[in-house]
């Protein structure tokens, strides 16, 4: 006997009574939602966490998804996490942070079922449900230093970020150093670590130490800097760069622009994959070509600067075209080592600055 399977349509039932006619109509239920958890190291307002909260709230408006997510979450505690997430019948699982990657890299086998996606680190157990994605906005941090080259009077400029040795962070900072160098070699380049992912005081003592010295723009790749680059009169001591979101407007009188990664792109194309049954293991890379990485301009700064904000404009359509290059060595994400001089600067580069 043949069965016939009705999904998703409605079925109108008409009952007769008496001379009368009642209609009745039944919707079959709607699938249930697609669901996501991402699952934070340090506490959500922090900037690395912010950029794929932001994404997944717009995937929750306009793909309907459910999204879930936890924050201060240790690598000791990440795996237990996942699972609660997994029990609960979550159909994605984001790990977003550096330390979560080999429990990531070791849970996803476990469950072909479940796709996931983790935030940097070496994954290599891809299979045909792990994703490894990072935040490879150099193209955005080479303008970003291009134009803080082109903005200083001191011809020192500065850099406050967090651990020394570390590829992805590496690579922003790289990318920040060659767009300032391409402007004027001669540039003085200040690298202040402050061995934390998340401490603004400490940020913000590290910033003021590199103001003392001299430095009048600070690329912000951590949170915490902006509050010193005034003093308590309210004067400008120093410009400065937002990293990873928009944070122009968090000090519109110092802040130039932001060094801004757009995750929706990726996290769209991961959920319909994976609605799809085409979800797109290994490797996401972020280009300014494809939106994922930009420079946004602070727009009082872009009016009151209209020369560099029109060379900045020449140069990122250079960067998209493809040429301009690294000029060192760059060491991919699988250890081969290329030679710089044919390297545009899509390209990832780790090494230590």
């Not at 920040?176 to 401490?199: C, E, M, Q, R």
């Amino acid at each position: 006997m043949k069965t016939s399977v009705i999904v998703g349509i409605v079925i109108v039932a008409v009952i007769v009574v008496g001379a009368a006619y009642a209609y009745t109509t039944m919707t079959a239920p709607a699938a249930p939602a697609f669901k996501v958890a991402a699952i934070y190291v340090t506490p959500l307002e922090e900037t690395w966490n912010q950029v794929l909260h932001q994404a997944l709230l717009e995937a929750r408006d306009e793909l309907g998804i459910t999204y879930n997510y936890s924050e201060r979450v240790s690598e000791s505690q990440v795996e237990s996490i996942m699972l609660q997430y997994i029990n609960s019948g979550f159909n994605m699982i984001i790990t977003h942070s550096w330390g979560f990657w080999e429990t990531a890299d070791r849970i996803a086998p476990q469950f072909p079922n479940v796709y996931f996606a983790q935030g940097s680190g070496l994954c290599t157990n891809f299979g045909n449900n792990l994703a490894l994605f990072d935040y490879y906005i150099q193209e955005a941090a080479y303008e970003a230093g291009a134009i803080a080259a082109k903005m200083t009077n001191t011809s020192k400029v500065g850099i406050v970020t967090a651990f020394s040795g570390v590829g992805d962070v590496n690579n922003l900072l790289n990318g920040f150093v060659a767009g300032a160098k391409h402007v004027n070699p001669n540039l003085n380049v200040t690298i202040s670590y402050i061995n934390s992912w998340y401490d603004p005081p400490a940020a913000r003592t590290a910033a003021s130490a590199l103001i003392a010295s001299g430095v009048d723009v600070i690329y912000s790749e951590r949170y915490g800097i902006f509050e010193a680059c005034k003093d308590t009169s309210g004067k400008v001591l120093a410009l400065a760069f937002g990293n990873i979101v928009d944070q122009n407007n968090l000090a519109p009188d110092v802040v130039v622009g932001s060094v801004v990664w757009d995750l929706y792109p990726m996290v769209r194309s991961m959920i319909q994959g994976a609605l799809s049954d085409n979800f797109a293991s290994g490797h996401y890379y972020t280009t300014m070509d494809t939106g994922g990485s930009k420079f946004v301009w602070n727009t009082a700064f872009q009016n009151n600067y209209p020369l560099v904000y029109s060379y900045s404009q020449t140069l990122q359509q250079q960067i998209i075209n493809g040429t301009i290059y690294w000029n060192t060595s760059v060491t991919l994400i699988n250890g081969t080592v290329v030679d710089g001089s044919n390297v545009p600067i899509s390209v990832p580069n780790f090494r230590n600055p």
